[in-house]
């Protein structure tokens, strides 16, 4: 797990200078590789073949092609063997050059071959082309920009934000942050810099992208088959499964794991405990709860179940304070303004692993996008009826969620439901991954900013993507499609990777194995949601190896009672952040509305806590990228 960065041109001190900012992802080993026309540099964690052969830049043998790298190929052992039947020979025992003579030997198509989780780059010195590409699900992070007869990509916005002439911000990209608390697509805050979509591939010749192209599609929008029987199916996830995390602790480096106490973590631990008896596991506990928030402590749970696989538990303390005292630094590592406060708790856990000299940690991510578990799994129960009701009577009940209390998660919950209706089935589903609409949105930004995105439609990434599917999809398979393109990608996978390589730890993700995703798609849709039970498959295939009260237990997830410290403890920091002065000065905020937002939320009149965090968040993100 490295971090990589390249631009066009003879720009070796400037490549170095922005390799700096990559130097939390690559702790290890860091050089630079310049020609006449092109400089690319590498910051190396090793963790496969931890000896300086398998430092990068990497050269191949005839000096053709170069490679810059981050990520793991876990089959690279099989693809060696094939590749040395073919005559091809290697001086490493590195990944990274089984996949530059992979690359040597079938050019694109390696892409097809490898099973794993990576950003790189390989410069073709004789034919002047740059070929860059990123893994199936977008685990690995990619950012590049065009502008001005130029060409740069990074692993980390930061390391770009030096070599791009203009520092315009992209408004559009704002206001989704916002809306979303992440930002669906290719859009980051700067204009001119833009995210490579997961499972593309980008051609550059003489500073120029000459070819974009899409080489994976996720199997949901391929596939309509779903005919397993409930035996096939139980067998087929414990089978998939457990080959996927044995595959996946390929590592020359300790190996770790997070557990919340949740079925997706421990059912990790349990598989990777065949493999490595003394696997360490870390958790998190967040202290006080309260009926504002109202989730139950993961820490038991997670305490349950390490006793009963017998593994040690490392628990990592957050209160309040830690969490101001971070957020800041949270904001400038994850080099967005994404608002979610469960992204510390990825960093907490991987600064202490790494203290504890462990370099992998196998994370339980995906587990709900593709065998559900979300409520809005749930909600698709409710929304099919909505079809069937005239437009009139869903722009009432929309209104009627106006006129609901504040007064209790329940409430909340259907306030926010209700406030989400719409005639359209395809914009209902985008609306359970907001945090806040538009009216609302439109109302605390300045009337500069508002009148400019007059007209544009912060859900066309969502709706095209649904599009784009090859076979038709169900409400439910709607949902987890865009789960696995935008809320994976965009943002629990962003987040992970940025937060753990903060602390020089790589993240991997079993759940996104290749052949467990393919075979979770074939599974029919009454194993998966069966009306009020999530992940249905999943908790029968984990009878036999977990206790009831785990596989059973309420849904968190590494929560935090950000409303709770918005409210009280970090009130102080709210109005100081947010003051007169700072919103005005920036411009893109009304303060007035602000202050508005914020005096409601804190006499509980809306649920306005994820939203003020974005606010900070964009103010942050803003001071710390163009201040």
């Known amino acids: 797990m490295c971090g990589i960065i390249g631009v066009f041109g003879d720009e070796r001190q400037s490549v170095r200078d922005n390799l700096n900012f ?40 005839e000096k053709r092609y170069v490679i810059v790298f981050n990520g793991e190929i876990y089959n690279f052992k099989e693809i060696r063997q094939e590749l040395e039947l073919k005559g091809y020979s290697f001086k490493s025992s590195s990944d990274t050059e089984v996949l530059l003579s992979l690359y040597k030997d079938c050019k694109e198509k390696a892409l097809e071959k490898i099973e794993g989780i990576f950003a790189f780059a390989i410069w073709d010195i004789q034919t002047k082309e740059l070929f860059i590409a990123r893994d199936r699900f977008g685990v690995k992070p990619l950012y590049y920009f065009n502008e001005d007869k130029k060409f740069g990509f990074a692993s980390e916005i930061k390391a770009l934000s030096g070599l791009i002439q203009s520092k315009e911000i992209d408004y559009d990209s704002l206001r989704k942050y916002l809306n979303f608390i992440w930002c669906p697509g290719t859009g980051t805050p700067f204009a001119k810099i833009k995210r490579l979509e997961p499972g593309c591939s980008l051609t550059i010749k003489n500073k120029k992208i000459i070819k974009h192209k899409q080489w994976f599609k996720l199997p949901i929008l391929r596939s309509s088959l779903r005919n397993l029987n409930k035996s096939e199916s139980i067998q087929g996830v414990v089978k998939y499964l457990r080959s996927a995390i044995h595959k996946q602790m390929i590592s020359d480096a300790p190996v770790g794991a997070f557990l919340s106490g949740g079925l997706d973590s421990s059912s990790i631990v349990l598989f990777a405990k065949e493999l490595n008896p003394d696997i360490r596991c870390f958790t998190i506990d967040t202290g006080q709860h309260s009926e504002l928030d109202r989730f139950s402590s993961d820490l038991p749970y997670a305490m349950e179940v390490a006793k009963h696989l017998n593994v040690d538990l490392d628990i990592v303390k957050l209160s309040s304070e830690t969490f101001v005292d971070d957020f800041e630094k949270m904001i400038y590592m994850l080099d967005e303004p994404l608002a979610d406060p469960a992204a510390l708790n990825v960093y907490y856990i991987s600064k ?185 498959v999943l908790k029968k295939a984990m009878e036999p190896y977990l206790p009831r009260k785990i596989i059973y237990r309420p849904k968190t997830g590494f929560n935090l009672p950000l409303r709770t410290w918005i409210k009280n403890d970090m009130r102080d920091y709210v109005h100081e952040l947010l003051s007169k002065e700072n919103i005005n000065n920036r411009g893109i905020f009304s303060y007035p509305e602000v202050s508005k937002l914020i005096n409601y939320n804190e006499k509980n009149i809306i649920d306005a806590s994820y939203t003020i965090l974005s606010i900070m968040s964009v103010e942050i993100w803003l001071k710390k990228f163009i201040d």
């Open 22 to 61: 990559l130097d939390h992802r690559g702790p290890d080993f860091s050089d630079v590789y310049s020609d006449n026309d092109l400089s690319i540099g590498h910051t190396r964690l090793s963790i496969i073949d931890l000896s300086s052969l398998g430092n990068q830049p990497m050269i191949c043998e």
């Open 352 to 536: 202490l692993a790494r203290e504890k000299g462990i370099k992998v940690l196998l994370s339980g991510t995906g587990g709900d996008d593709i065998f559900t578990g979300y409520r809005r799994h749930r909600a698709i129960n409710f929304d099919k009826y909505l079809d069937f009701f005239p437009k009139g009577f869903m722009e009432n009940l929309k209104n009627l969620s106006n006129k609901i209390e504040m007064t209790g998660p329940f409430k909340r919950r259907l306030k926010k439901y209700l406030s989400s209706l719409d005639p359209d089935p395809n914009k209902r589903l985008v609306n359970f991954f907001r945090w806040s609409d538009d009216e609302l949105i439109t109302s605390i930004l300045s009337d500069n900013i508002s009148t400019s995105l007059t007209g544009v439609d912060p859900d066309v990434d969502f709706i095209n993507f649904l599009k784009s599917s090859e076979c038709e999809l169900n409400k439910l398979n709607k949902m987890l499609a865009l789960e696995q393109r935008f809320f994976l990608t965009d943002h629990n996978l962003c987040y992970n990777d940025k937060m753990s390589m903060a602390a020089g730890v790589e993240i991997r993700v079993p759940y996104l194995d290749t052949d467990l995703v393919s075979f979770a798609n074939k599974i029919p849709d009454r194993y998966k949601q069966n009306r009020h039970t999530s992940k249905l």
